[in-house]
């Protein structure tokens, strides 16, 4: 990923993050906001709610953890 620093080793609720693909223990991160359609056909796509995603510094297979709270 270009314009990123090195990937790092990141903890999730206490947990070492490993990728499910390719075992490596390295991500880059980044937010994503989870649009929905009624969200976005009136404008609003910046309420939407928001994950963090680690994408795996070697085979780029991405995680997501939703950052909302109030998410059951």
């Given at each position: 990923m270009p314009d990123q620093p090195e990937p790092a080793e990141f903890e999730v609720k206490g947990h070492r993050l490993t990728c499910p693909v390719c075992g490596q223990d390295r991500f880059w991160t980044r937010k994503?906001?989870?649009?929905?359609?009624a969200m976005t056909f009136f404008g609003f796509d910046w309420a939407d709610k928001k994950a963090d995603n680690?994408?795996?510094?070697?085979?780029?297979?991405?995680?997501?953890?939703?950052?909302?709270?109030?998410?059951?």
């Open positions: 994503t906001l989870m649009n929905t359609s680690y994408v795996c510094g070697n085979c780029g297979h991405v995680l997501w953890f939703l950052t909302d709270k109030s998410v059951p």
